[in-house]
C-alpha cells in the first residue's frame, strides 16, 4: 500500500489547484449544510410550541386553526370532561382566535402577514415556557398587545410602546414583549380575545380550544369523548403533533430546494475534482512509472489517487462545514405555508448534519476521483517512465 503522506505531500505541493477545488466543493457543502440547519430550524421552532399534556381540539375536518370555528358553548363542554386538568380557577382550557394580518416589513418594501392570537387568562398558564422579556403584561379588555420577540424591529408598529391599526381606525399599543423557549409564538401578536374578537366581528367563535390534561396518558380517553359525540363536529389531537404536522410541508419544501441546488453545484465541484485529478496524473506519470517499478501493484495506484482525491474533497467538506456553523447566529424570516404568515426561525447546526455534509463531500470526492484513478492505474510503468 503506499503511505498516506506521499498523498498529503501531493496535495501541499500543488497548493493553487489544492485550495481551488476545495473552496468549491467547501461552496457546496456550506449551501447542503444551511439548508439542512434551516429544515431542522424549522422542524424545532414548530416543536417547541406543543406539548404531548395538551389537546388542541379544532372543528373535524380543519387541518389549521386559522380554518377552525368553535362555538362558545362548546368551550364550556369540553372543559367538563373528564380527563381535565383543575386549576384554582376551574378547568384549564383556553379558547383562542387566529387571525392573519398585513403589516408593513422594516428594512424592506412591502408587507407581511403576521398571526395575532386572541387569548384568555388562562392561555398563558397553558405555556409554561412563556416569559416576559420587558415591558408589562396588557390589561383585560384593553387595546394593549404583547409581541414575540422575533418580530420586534421587523415590523412598523412593533416596538415597546409602539402602535398599529389592528382594524381600520382600531389602533393597539404594545406594552411588552416576551419569550416562548423559541417556540413560533415568539413570531406572534397576543391580544385580548374578547378585543380581537370585536375588532374583527367574531363574537362567539373561537378558532381552537387548548386543553391541559392530567397527563399524558389521558389523551386517548379525552380524544374518543370529543370525537365519539357526532353532534359536535370537533376533532382532537396532541398540541405537539399539530405543530409536528404544520412544519412538514415547509421543512420539506426547504430540504428538497437546497438538495436540488446542492446537486447542481455538486456536479461542477465533481468536474473540478475530475480536471485536478486529471491534471495530477498528467504532471505525474513519471512518478507513477517509479511506484509501479519499486513493485506496487495497479490496485495500489488506483487506490492511492481515490485516496488523494477523498482527501481533498474531505478538506472542502470541512471549511464548508465550519463556515456553515456561523449560520447558527443568523435568524430567517419565512412564509409558513400552514398558516400563511411570517414565522422567523434560525439555522439549527447539528452534529447530524455536519457530518452528513462532510461525508457528502468525501462521496463527491470518490465519484469525482474514479476515472482519473483508473487512467493511472492503466500507465503501463515503460511508458510512464518515459514520461
Not at 13 to 27: D, N, Q, Y
Not at 82 to 109: C, D, Q, T, Y
Request: hydrophobic share 45%; no cysteine; glycine share 12%.
Amino acid at each position: 500500500m503506499i503511505p498516506v503522506r506521499y498523498n498529503v505531500r501531493s496535495l501541499a505541493v500543488r497548493k493553487t489547484t489544492t485550495i481551488a477545488t476545495a473552496a468549491g466543493i467547501g461552496l457546496v457543502v456550506f449551501v447542503l449544510a444551511s439548508s439542512l440547519m434551516l429544515a431542522a430550524g424549522v422542524r424545532k421552532t414548530l416543536g417547541l410550541s406543543g406539548r404531548r399534556d395538551v389537546a388542541l381540539v379544532m372543528r373535524k375536518g380543519s387541518d389549521a386553526e386559522l380554518g377552525s370555528s368553535i362555538e362558545d358553548p362548546q368551550v364550556g363542554l369540553l372543559g367538563s370532561l373528564s380527563g381535565v386538568r383543575r386549576g384554582p380557577r376551574g378547568a384549564l382550557v383556553s379558547g383562542e382566535v387566529i387571525v392573519v394580518a398585513a403589516m408593513e416589513k422594516l428594512g424592506a418594501s412591502g408587507v407581511s402577514n403576521v398571526q395575532l392570537r386572541g387569548m384568555t387568562e388562562q392561555s398563558h398558564e397553558l405555556r409554561p415556557q412563556f416569559k416576559l422579556v420587558s415591558g408589562r403584561l396588557p390589561r383585560a379588555g384593553a387595546d394593549e398587545v404583547l409581541v414575540g420577540q422575533r418580530l420586534r424591529g421587523r415590523f412598523r408598529g412593533l416596538d415597546l410602546d409602539g402602535s398599529f391599526d389592528l382594524r381600520k381606525n382600531r389602533p393597539v399599543k404594545v406594552v411588552g414583549f416576551f419569550s416562548d423557549g423559541g417556540s413560533s409564538y415568539e413570531s406572534e401578536v397576543w391580544v385580548d380575545l374578547d378585543v380581537l374578537r370585536t375588532s374583527y366581528r367574531r363574537e362567539g367563535f373561537v378558532s381552537s380550544v387548548r386543553v391541559q390534561l392530567e397527563s399524558e396518558g389521558k389523551f386517548d380517553g379525552f380524544q374518543a369523548l370529543v370525537e365519539r359525540d357526532k353532534r359536535l363536529g370537533l376533532q382532537a389531537m396532541r398540541e405537539a403533533t399539530y405543530f409536528e404536522k404544520q412544519s412538514e410541508g415547509t421543512s420539506l419544501f426547504i430540504t428538497v430546494m437546497g438538495s436540488v441546488v446542492s446537486v447542481f453545484f455538486a456536479l461542477g465541484a465533481m468536474i473540478g475534482a475530475m480536471i485536478t485529478m486529471y491534471a495530477a496524473v498528467a504532471s505525474r506519470q513519471r512518478e507513477i512509472g517509479t511506484l509501479r517499478a519499486l513493485g506496487f501493484s495497479r490496485s495500489a495506484v488506483l487506490g492511492s489517487f481515490l485516496l488523494e482525491s477523498v482527501l481533498l474533497a474531505t478538506a472542502g467538506g470541512v471549511m464548508g462545514a465550519a463556515a456553515s456553523v456561523a449560520m447558527g447566529t443568523v435568524h430567517f424570516s419565512m412564509i409558513n405555508y400552514a398558516s400563511w404568515s411570517e414565522v422567523v426561525f434560525r439555522f439549527e447546526p447539528t452534529a447530524a448534519i455536519l457530518g452528513q455534509s462532510v461525508g457528502f463531500a468525501a462521496v463527491m470526492g470518490l465519484v469525482g476521483g474514479l476515472l482519473p484513478a483508473v487512467r493511472a492505474a492503466r500507465i503501463a510503468p515503460a511508458v510512464a517512465m518515459r514520461g
